[in-house]
């Protein structure tokens, strides 16, 4: 049973990588990732090199601390690129209008319809700007409502 132990090919690694990402998908973590990468990357040394079986268990204690300290320290960027925790902006198209710049087809007291490079959307000037009727002609996106996109004035600029 030992020597099973000692001798274990580079796809066991692999198998077992894979087998923690899948554990990964089915859980709302993500704990499981980082040792998942850390044993496909000792699969992948294995492939490269003939490791006794306490260098692969080492290297995979090691390659398990440094992934999941980078994963730590990436993983909040990346949330942010997407919108931050729990607020995904992939799937919702009003939250990826953030920030855009929009053109005011009609208002009419605090909400009215703009134009979002080249689609229509309902909007609504957020609570402390509310402009004199008719000054309105650009707003840009701060947040969302659902659909309902929470806009701001920009100040009027005439190209010359």
Known sequence: MLELLTDLS????ITLGFLLGIVELLLPTTIFIWPALAA???????????LLFWYQILLFLVLTVITT???RYFY???EKVFGGKNQSVLNNPSKRNIGKVGTVVSLEEDE???LFEGVRWHFRLREDTIPAKGSVKKVKVVDSDGYLLIVEPLPDQESH
């Open 10 to 13: 580079p796809w066991v690694w």
């Open 40 to 50: 496909i990357l000792v699969g992948v040394v294995l492939f490269l090199s003939n």
């Open 69 to 71: 300290l980078l994963g």
């Open 76 to 78: 909040p960027k990346f």
């Open 112 to 114: 009215g319809i703009g």
